[in-house]
């Protein structure tokens, strides 16, 4: 199928830059003809080409499931493309379909050499990229809510079965509405540190283990060799231009890592490390 370069103009990725652009783009994608069923990527790999959906249907699956059914004109996966960002879903091929594909470093030597071009083209998916932002940020704040009120429900449920006559389920009750609501507290939830804000933990014996998420109970370690759940521990938490002195139990040990619950802070101390968790939030927060 043949494809104008006024047709991209369709696509918001592609706002604002020159039909004359758009064409040496376009020259330098390859058709790609694709039979019904033929994988594009699957889940968990490393994007390796940007892919434009000219022809035929493609579907996005997530566990099993179609998520989103893309038509032409379309872009594939564009964010991971750009971004490096391993894909989150497998695409398949619903129907015959052409692809227009261009491999990610051929792009960027594209974009090198038209900065006129890699400008627009950047500045329409910061575009993108910040109004997902806001409406995943809107969606998360009506989760939110929807927690609180479930909390508060949890905690007058808890007292009523606690003040009725005691039955044979009361005490079961009880003891699952109390791990439910422990497990909703907001120390529970933890952010990854980004590369500029890393976090690490020193250990007695010097070794440094990298800390993959943290909140103000707990965090998390990439792995802590000798050490089993219930163990405790006392270590310093590494932070830029800082070091906090910490100890804590583990918690739990699985593959994505060793969680461990945090004692109580002496006031210096606590207040350091929430100077470092309000930096590394503000990452996931739109102001």
Request: some cysteine; charged content about 25%; proline content about 5%.
């Amino acid at each position: 199928m043949t494809i104008r370069p006024a047709d991209l103009h369709a696509i918001p990725l592609f706002e604002g830059i020159t039909e004359a652009h758009l064409a040496e783009l376009l020259e330098g994608m390859e058709h790609v003809k694709l039979a019904p069923g033929e994988v594009l990527f699957e889940a968990g790999t490393e994007p390796k080409a940007f892919m434009l959906l000219v022809q035929g249907a493609v579907a996005l699956e997530q566990e099993g499931a179609v998520r989103f059914r893309l038509t032409p004109i379309a872009p594939i996966g564009e964010l991971g493309a750009l971004t490096g960002l391993y894909r989150s879903t497998r695409a398949v091929a619903t129907e015959e379909s052409e692809i227009l594909r261009i491999g990610v470093s051929a792009l960027m030597r594209f974009f090198e050499s038209h900065g006129d071009v890699a400008f627009p083209f950047y500045h329409n998916l910061l575009k993108i990229v910040a109004a997902k932002v806001h409406r995943d940020d809107k969606r998360l704040e009506e989760m939110r809510s929807n927690l609180i009120r479930t909390q508060k429900a949890m905690k007058e449920l808890r007292e009523r079965v606690l003040e009725a006559e005691e039955t044979p389920i009361s005490k079961a009750v009880c003891d699952t509405l109390d791990q439910l609501i422990e497990q909703n507290r907001r120390g529970h939830y933890m952010v990854a540190p980004a590369y500029a804000l890393s976090t690490s933990v020193r250990l007695d014996t010097g070794m440094l283990i990298p800390v993959s998420a943290i909140s103000e109970r707990f965090l998390q370690l990439t792995h802590l060799p000798d050490k089993k759940v219930g163990d405790e521990l006392s270590f310093v938490l590494v932070v830029p231009n800082d070091e906090i002195p910490v100890s804590g139990k583990i918690h739990k040990m699985d593959a994505d890592g060793v969680v461990i619950g945090l004692d109580l802070l002496i006031e210096q101390y606590a207040k350091k490390l929430a100077e470092h968790l309000t930096r590394v939030q503000m990452l996931d927060f739109v102001v």
